[in-house]
């Protein structure tokens, strides 16, 4: 992935997409319950990779977690910090973590790796289970699709995968699926999926 790229076309539309999508209430329920189910309960540090405004870092600090969101964009960090004041939010990116190896508790990396190239995301699994301590967790938002293919995304191509093709390239980076979540496009939406997995 091309991370100044990623950064700089975000950075151009970073008020419309605060505006879009910059709080919890703007997030489908089912998908809230669904990361609440997941992350809510950890013991111990969750990264949410990709947060964007940080409304779900602060919906996971909410429920009590010890929850840090890490963005690439500037704009997203600054917009995050101002209306949480209360929670951590670094610039970074999901390609260079700087925690130590098995120390998370937990991971959420909602639409964080759809920019990804195919080829980019056996790698970034791989360093997500590295630094993930036993048992810990693991949410994935996505866009769903029949076959992995890239398309116009309306900030820069991003790529739709299958369930089982994800939940393959989990299980090979060292993670077990253990619930998904299906939703069908309509005329505003692409069809979305998530995947939760524990490390084994």
Known sequence: ??????????????????????????VDPDDLAL???????????VL???????????YLRS??????????????IAHA???HP?????????????????????????????????PDLDRVLARFRQVMAPE???????????EVAAFDHKVITAYRWPFDEISRRLAAAGFTEVERLRRPGDATHRPHGSIAAIAV
Do not use: K
Request: glycine share 16%.
């Open 136 to 146: 810990g967790r693991l949410v994935v938002g996505m866009f769903d699709g029949d």
């Open 86 to 118: 209360d929670g951590s939010y670094h610039l970074g990116s999901l390609e260079d973590l700087d925690v130590p190896d098995h120390s998370v508790a937990g991971i959420l990396a909602w639409y964080s790796l759809i920019h990804l190239p195919p």
């Open 81 to 83: 910090r101002a209306t």
């Open 35 to 45: 990361i609440g189910r997941h992350l809510g309960d950890r013991s111990g540090m």
């Open 63 to 76: 429920l009590g977690v010890d929850a840090t969101g890490i963005d690439m964009v500037p704009e997203f």
């Open 1 to 26: 992935m091309n991370v100044e790229r990623v950064q700089q076309a975000y950075s151009s539309v970073a008020e419309l997409y605060i505006g879009l999508f910059g709080t919890s209430e703007q």
């Open 48 to 58: 949410d990779l990709g947060c964007g405004p940080g409304h779900i870092t602060g």
